[in-house]
DNA sequence: TCTGGGGTCCTCGGGCCC
DNA sequence: TCTGGGGCCCGAGGACCC
């Protein structure tokens, strides 16, 4: 051991009387969307239940409730009420759409989410199919997040049904690596919602959320630095948050299916192969390092709206299905921009082939807005710089380099001097 | 048998300026 | 004047995530 590495390890030995080992938990509900729709349709519990689809709600229940009995009040009957043969099956689908999520039943048939609909059908024809209500899974959403920072404050939000949160302060966060604070979330949000969940404590948020997964559902693993060895490297690369598919495969071609494989690569050659940045971050998160925070607060980047017709359409043949489409999506996006407070200064379309290729175009416009028509007029000109000869199966517009409108109000209010030197300028 | 919607971040090439 | 490089922004595409 050199001199520099003795007192490296000698910090490390004599801080650690004094501070407190990191423990980062990663918190995620188990089959979140399902396990919502289970507690409002408990006559569901136990069945295969896939949610997915763009159905509505009333288009799949309402007749059928009305034809099985018209004399009843079905309005202001409580879903719980529902007979079984009301909910349609995935045999009678017919349309686009892939699953979101499905319940632990469903899964045992081999349904999987993001498979498309028809493949499920063929594995589980009386499977249940749900529509999605975001809506409802929001409502849910931020009941779990609540009562998790009522208890331990430093959380990250990582979308409706996952967090990452920083045990390292908070009371309790210390003992038994973290279990006793796993724990008394764990059933605080199963005694206000219902809710499972499973919990990953570690030293950093990259082996917390490998944790996460050891146990579900409703469970929780404790991992220590010295156990990556023993329980990370046999786990498949795919397991890293991080590496996909694509990755997965050139790993697999290098000869690396596991992440031990992985950390005992040679650098150099992961450099090589996947570039400095990114091949560098390969071999660090293979050995359990991650320096990265709970980030306890963020500011959208951007924000969008698509959405995938019912069957393709041509610019020529479908003109009059296309427009209103199109302004539509640009209406919400202003919609959206305007409920949350922000100005956009990219202006974005999307455009997806009838072979599944991608095409976007952006502009960056002078002044940002959220005015639908504006939106409208700079996307409109977008749509004529891509080959519009094809099929197009879906389509969507964005706003991005997003500011807050009362940020740049300030700015306005601030800047009134300067516009008018510049208008003085531009006399000259 | 097909393959959603809403995001983030990274890379790469080109243009521009210093 | 030519050449080159670095920094920065923009736009397009792609990988990845839930």
């Not at 069945?47 to 159905?55: D, H």
């Not at 050139?250 to 992961?270: V, Y």
């Not at 607060?297 to 479908?318: G, I, N």
Request: proline share 4%; charged share 25%; glycine share 8%.
């Amino acid at each position: 051991m050199s001199a520099s590495e003795f007192l490296e390890n000698l910090d490390v030995i004599t801080s650690l009387d004094v501070a407190l080992v990191r423990r980062i938990a990663h918190l995620d509900m188990d089959a979140f969307y399902a396990s919502v729709e289970l507690l409002r349709y408990p006559q569901l519990k136990g069945l295969p239940v896939v949610i997915g689809g763009s159905r509505r709600r009333e288009d799949s229940y309402w007749e059928r409730l009305v034809k099985l009995d018209p004399l009843k009040d079905w309005k202001s009957a409580p879903l719980s009420e529902y007979p079984l043969e009301v909910f349609p099956r995935l045999k009678d689908y017919v349309g686009r759409g892939v699953i979101t999520t499905a319940t632990y039943a469903a899964r045992h048939f081999g349904i999987g989410s993001a498979m498309g609909l028809m493949k499920a059908a063929a594995l589980c024809p009386e499977a249940i199919l749900l529509p999605v209500d975001f809506e409802e899974y929001r409502k849910y959403s931020r009941l779990f997040k609540s009562i998790i920072t009522e208890i331990a404050p430093v959380m990250e939000d990582r979308g409706v049904d996952e967090v990452y949160i920083d045990f390292t302060q908070t009371p309790g966060g210390q003992r038994q690596g973290g279990l006793v604070l796993a724990r008394l979330i764990q059933k605080s949000i199963f005694q206000a919602t219902q809710l499972t969940c499973s919990i990953g404590v570690a030293p950093n948020k990259l082996l917390a959320k490998m944790a996460s997964e050891f146990n579900k559902p409703n469970g929780i693993a404790i991992l220590y630095e010295h156990e990556i060895a023993a329980k990370i490297w046999p786990l498949p690369c795919r397991k890293i948050n991080g590496i996909g598919p694509k990755t997965d495969e050139k790993l697999k071609n290098l000869g690396i299916s596991l992440i031990g494989q992985l950390a005992l690569f040679d650098p150099s050659e992961l450099i090589a192969h996947f570039g400095q940045n990114y091949g560098r971050w390969l071999i660090e998160a293979a050995n359990g390092r991650d320096k990265s925070g709970v980030v306890t607060h963020s500011e959208p980047v951007s924000l969008s709206r698509e959405t995938t017709f019912e069957r393709d359409l041509h610019v020529t043949t479908d003109k009059e299905r296309l427009t209103p489409i199109f302004t539509k999506l640009c209406e919400q996006v202003s919609n959206d921009l305007q409920r949350k407070g922000y100005l956009g200064r990219t202006v974005g379309i999307k455009l997806k082939y009838d072979n599944f290729k991608t095409v976007t175009r952006d502009q960056t416009i002078e002044f940002p807005t959220n005015d639908s028509k504006e939106i409208r007029k700079f996307a409109g000109e977008l749509l004529k710089r891509v080959d519009l000869s094809k099929k197009i199966r879906l389509l969507g517009v964005r706003m991005g380099s997003l500011i807050k409108l009362e940020d740049w109000s300030v700015a306005q209010l601030s800047n009134t001097s300067d516009s008018e030197v510049g208008l003085n300028r531009e006399l000259f």
